[in-house]
């Protein structure tokens, strides 16, 4: 059972260049999140997915773009990198949005755009 | 949206000593509050969590407590060891446009000093 896997682990990347980070969950979870991490600001959210089909902006959508096709994917997509969003970025799933739903997260992947 | 403030940023303790971290929410229809606890190099991991109907709960060596009128709560880790080194967030469960989404506060890394 893998869980959260986020591939690629570590990127660089040059300013206006696209990529896509993709996040796999093998848990048959419906909800599926994208957060950033910078120091000491946490976690920030930048899009999350209700189910298959959905996407919602969290905090800090502005340069991301996501798609949710399949269940067990999540997409993050950046479509002209800027060193703003050099970060780590980590996705997480769980079973439903209630209370007592433990979220469970990848291992992050380590973007710098230079 | 929900606004989550952690303190302090940083903590040191010796081992045997007790830690506690302190979170504000700003949403009083928050009513879910985890706990995460984040390895070095790893994604958060829940380790407590506590509804807001309820106002401590506890688990071994750690505990939390939670104070829904003044909007804030807290986590005690007590008779700290060298393995409770790690940077700890507090959250909040909140209803988005989409559907509940979690909020981080800012997080607290924790140094247990042998």
């Known amino acids: 059972n893998a869980g959260v896997t986020q591939t690629p682990k570590f990127r660089v990347l040059k300013t206006g260049q696209s990529m896509t980070l993709l996040c796999a969950q093998d848990?048959?979870?419906?909800?599926m999140y994208w957060y950033r991490q910078d120091p000491g600001m946490g976690l920030r959210l930048i899009h999350y997915?209700?189910?298959?089909?959905?996407?919602a902006k969290g905090e800090v959508p502005d340069g991301y773009n996501v798609s949710r096709l399949k269940k067990q994917n999540f997409l993050l997509g950046l479509e002209s990198a800027a060193p703003s969003q050099t970060s780590v970025y980590f996705c997480?799933?769980?079973?439903?949005?209630?209370?007592?739903?433990?979220?469970?997260f990848g291992q992050g992947t380590r973007l710098t755009v230079v | 949206g929900e606004n989550v403030e952690q303190h302090p940023s940083t903590l040191s303790v010796q081992e045997g000593d007790s830690a506690v971290i302190k979170c504000t929410y700003s949403?009083?229809?928050?009513?879910?509050f985890p706990w995460y606890k984040q390895e070095l190099g790893k994604g958060p991991q829940l380790i407590i969590d506590?509804?807001?109907?309820?106002g401590e709960k506890k688990d071994q060596r750690i505990a939390v407590t939670l104070n829904k009128t003044a909007k804030h709560f807290s986590l005690h880790i007590t008779e700290t060891q060298p393995e409770d080194s790690a940077v700890y967030f507090c959250?909040?469960?909140?209803?988005?446009?989409?559907?509940?989404?979690?909020?981080f506060g800012g997080g607290t890394r924790v140094l247990v000093k042998p």
């Open positions: 997915s209700v189910g298959e089909g959905t996407t």
């Open positions: 506590i509804r807001s109907n309820v």
């Open positions: 997480a799933s769980s079973i439903s949005g209630r209370m007592n739903t433990e979220a469970f």
């Open positions: 848990m048959n979870h419906e909800y």
């Open positions: 959250a909040a469960l909140t209803g988005g446009a989409a559907g509940n989404k979690l909020t």
């Open positions: 949403d009083s229809a928050s009513n879910y």
